[in-house]
């Protein structure tokens, strides 16, 4: 069974430690559990990275080896045409993930260029938008929970 890959940007490693009124409480460590628990059997690799480089080194394994993606690419999001690039390789599904939301924010975060590739996008739900991802995810590749 390929893995859903579940990509993370740069600095989401600190979730949970600043900024609470914006990002939650949850930290990355305690979102990839809920994303663990919503994929049941189905595979799930979870990677954070603060370097641009090497989350497109990862969207390339996903284009080798994964079922779908779902991504925070964080302020990459805004900027990073190599991420875009890559995410259109692609074959299956892809959705954004922004745990706040973005449009409700200053216009620098309103211009996603991850959304140009994305299948469906998820923001403003917080913590909880990730597991609802996986869920989504398992719908879209056509697998249900468990099976
Ligand atoms: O809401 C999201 O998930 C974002 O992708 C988070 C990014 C921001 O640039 C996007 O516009 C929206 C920023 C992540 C910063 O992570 C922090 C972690 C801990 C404390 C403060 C920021």
């Known amino acids: 069974m390929?893995?859903?890959?579940?990509?993370?940007?740069?600095?989401?490693?600190?979730?949970?430690?600043?900024?609470?009124?914006?990002?939650g409480t949850t930290t990355l460590a305690e979102i990839e559990t809920m994303c663990r628990r919503a994929a049941g059997r189905h595979p799930l690799r979870f990677l954070q990275s603060n370097a641009e480089p090497e989350i497109i080194g990862w969207i390339h394994e996903a284009v080798d080896e994964g079922a779908g993606i779902i991504i925070n690419a964080a302020a990459l999001t805004f900027t990073s045409l190599p991420i875009l690039d890559a995410l259109k390789m692609f074959p299956g599904p892809i959705i954004e993930l922004h745990i706040s939301?973005?449009?409700r924010r200053?216009?620098?975060y309103h211009n996603s260029l991850v959304s140009k590739a994305a299948t469906a996008v998820i923001v403003g739900l917080g913590?909880?938008?990730?597991?609802?991802?996986v869920g989504a995810m398992l719908e879209l590749i056509g697998r249900q929970k468990g099976r």
């Open 2 to 23: 390929k893995p859903i890959h579940v990509l993370n940007g740069p600095n989401l490693n600190r979730l949970g430690t600043r900024e609470p009124e914006i990002y």
């Open 127 to 133: 913590a909880k938008g990730y597991p609802l991802a």
């Open 101 to 103: 939301n973005i449009h």
């Open 106 to 108: 200053e216009p620098l």
